[in-house]
């Protein structure tokens, strides 16, 4: 069924905003403000993108042909509390900053691990974010989304393909998630939230332009002294550090001293700057461990 009469206003050469704040612009750009203007959408451009808090993204300097799509619009971005059941029903827009507060002020207790991660509650789901308190899949119940031909599901935690830093739920758009919580002390759940914030704050540059973690965690396929044992998941920063990659710079993008798995962009950088910067970093690592490191950036750009 074509959607055409509801499709939003395309803005032309869009700004894409991301926490690297560097990169293209978008050809189109849409800020549906109902479910029939995102369907719409779909009609119009079935490859359509869709942008979160763009906290793991990366543009390309070229920019994205394919439309760009903002779940902003308040419809997408309502945050429900149950009564007394601990579900929480949360639209993709959402802030998880915001959500992880008031969960939090309210005593429920699953999402205070999460403190610190930038993210929109889709964007969030969709990388399973999480580090070492544990990742958004914790506590999914259930996650509604739209296929690309304009279908809408439920799906049950189960019948998602949650694993380290992914979902699985990558060609499709979300449109709602379901948390389960459990009941807290809102006192010693502000606590774990601040214990938590401090540790980020401690072991990563958070005031600093970036996308966050560059490269996932390798699982070993043989013991290096030192960093693991075969079959374990090790830090790729740990990886990096010991390849001697930190201050390692290519432009205005530069290796953070803090931790070596962030890469942080100065105002002049370009986005080609931290892919050719990311590049020489995988090789060095190969180069020194054997160990080929998997970008977890999302990079966008014209295919
Ligand atoms: C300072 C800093 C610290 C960070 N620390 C952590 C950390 O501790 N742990 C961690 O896991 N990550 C961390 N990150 C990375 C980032 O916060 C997470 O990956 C986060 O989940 C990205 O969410 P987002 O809304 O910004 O998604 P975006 O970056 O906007 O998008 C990421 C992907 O999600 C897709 N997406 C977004 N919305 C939808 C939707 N509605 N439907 C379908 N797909 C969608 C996008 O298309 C894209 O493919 C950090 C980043 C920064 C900048």
């Given at each position: ?28 750009m ?27 993204l ?23 509390f ?10 993709p ?16 207790a ?133 390849a001697?990659c ?45 160990v ?12």
């Amino acid at each position: 069924m074509p959607h055409a009469a509801t499709i939003p206003e395309i803005i032309r050469n869009a700004p894409i905003p991301t926490w690297f704040g560097v990169g293209g612009r978008a050809d189109r750009m849409v800020r549906p403000q109902t479910l029939d203007e995102l369907r719409a959408c779909l009609d119009l451009d079935p490859g359509l993108r869709v942008l979160g808090s763009g906290a793991n993204l990366l543009v390309d300097d070229e920019g994205v042909g394919d439309l760009v799509v903002r779940l902003d619009a308040p419809r997408f971005c309502r945050v429900e509390f149950g009564e007394d059941d601990g579900v929480v029903r949360a639209g993709p827009g959402a802030a998880l900053a915001r959500l992880i507060l008031d969960c939090t002020r309210r005593g429920l207790a699953g999402v205070q691990g999460l403190a610190g991660v930038p993210a929109s509650v889709a964007g969030a789901v969709r990388m399973n974010a999480g580090g070492r308190f544990g990742e958004i899949a914790d506590v999914v119940r259930s996650v509604t989304i739209l296929e690309r031909d304009g279908t809408m599901r439920t799906l049950r935690r189960e019948e998602i393909a949650f694993s380290y830093r992914t979902s699985g739920l990558d060609r499709v758009v979300i449109l709602e998630v379901e948390l389960v919580l459990s009941p807290g002390d809102p006192t010693v759940l502000r606590r774990r939230l601040l214990e938590v914030m401090a540790h980020k704050k401690s072991a990563q540059p958070m005031g600093a332009k970036s996308a966050g973690c560059c490269f996932r965690n390798p699982v070993l396929v043989r013991t290096i002294e030192g960093i693991g044992s075969a079959g374990q998941r090790v830090s790729a920063g740990l990886l990096l550090d010991r390849a001697g990659c930190k201050g390692m710079a290519v432009g205005g993008a530069r290796v953070s001293e803090r931790h070596a798995n962030f890469i942080t962009a100065s105002r002049d950088a370009g986005a080609g700057d931290i892919l050719c910067l990311m590049d020489i970093l995988a090789d060095r690592v190969e180069q020194t461990f054997g160990v080929r490191l998997e970008r977890e950036v999302v990079v966008w750009g014209r295919r």
